[in-house]
């Protein structure tokens, strides 16, 4: 019997599928299922599951001297992606490409992306928020990429996007593979309890307002 050596993946090579850039225009969000082909959403998917409690941090709200832990809004876990870990910098390449790509389309002057992973254990939820807020942060672009395969409507965790008067955009489905990008200080949006441990990769383009050398300053 001759087994069939595991597929070897080079995670510099990470192939994306295109984005409805005249859509992120038009409406100021895009979902885009199937972003990243299935082979590397599992590894990242199976990646995520094998780290340990040490590797991830209760997620907090707000940034630098502002930063709380609320668990009655939030309850999920992340970790920051580094480049100092091989799947993590792929995953850090392919959206600085995605980054070079928006500024092409869109003249959107992105400077730079950071992203986490995010745990949600059964349960958890974050409630209705925004990323940023007009004038008040760096944060420009929201970019969130799921990691789970087979996830069911029945499984909960839907991403809600709501409109200017409250009104529901869209109900996503945390599917592996699927993209979605939006508007950082228009969009509310909330991710529902689900019954399942939710995976999830969300990542913000900023522009640049570094002032004397200090990063993205409390103001
Ligand atoms: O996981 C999601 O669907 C959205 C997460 C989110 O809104 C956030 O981390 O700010
Ligand atoms: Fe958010």
Redesign the pocket.
């Known amino acids: 019997m001759t087994l069939s050596a595991p597929r070897q993946l080079d995670p510099n090579a990470f192939r994306t599928s295109a984005i409805d850039f005249d859509q992120l225009a038009e409406r100021g969000y895009v979902v885009v299922p199937n972003f990243l082909e299935a082979p590397y959403c599992q590894r990242l998917f199976e990646y995520a599951q094998s780290l340990q409690p040490t590797d991830w941090q209760q997620a907090g709200i707000g940034r630098a001297d502002q930063y709380t832990t609320n668990t009655a809004v939030r309850q999920d876990k992340i970790r920051w992606l580094q480049r100092d870990f091989q799947l993590e910098s792929a995953y850090l390449t392919m959206m600085d490409d995605l980054r070079v790509q928006v500024n092409r389309e869109l003249f959107m002057g992105l400077f730079d992306y950071e992203c986490h992973l ?1 745990h949600y254990p059964p349960g958890a939820f ?1 409630r209705k ?1 925004l ?1 940023a807020f007009k004038g008040r942060s760096n944060r420009i672009l ?1 970019t ?1 990429f799921y990691l789970n395969p087979e996830w069911q409507e029945a499984d909960g965790g839907q ?1 809600v996007i709501y409109g200017e008067r409250g009104e529901v955009l869209e109900t996503i489905l ?1 599917e592996a593979g699927k993209l ?1 990008v939006f508007l950082s200080d228009v969009f509310v ?1 909330e ?1 529902l309890a689900g019954n399942r441990d939710r995976f ?1 990769i ?1 990542g913000w383009y900023r522009h640049n307002t570094s002032i004397n050398g200090v990063i993205d300053p409390t103001r």
């Open positions: 995010a974050y928020h990323d929201t969130v991403l945390p979605v949006h991710v999830s969300t």
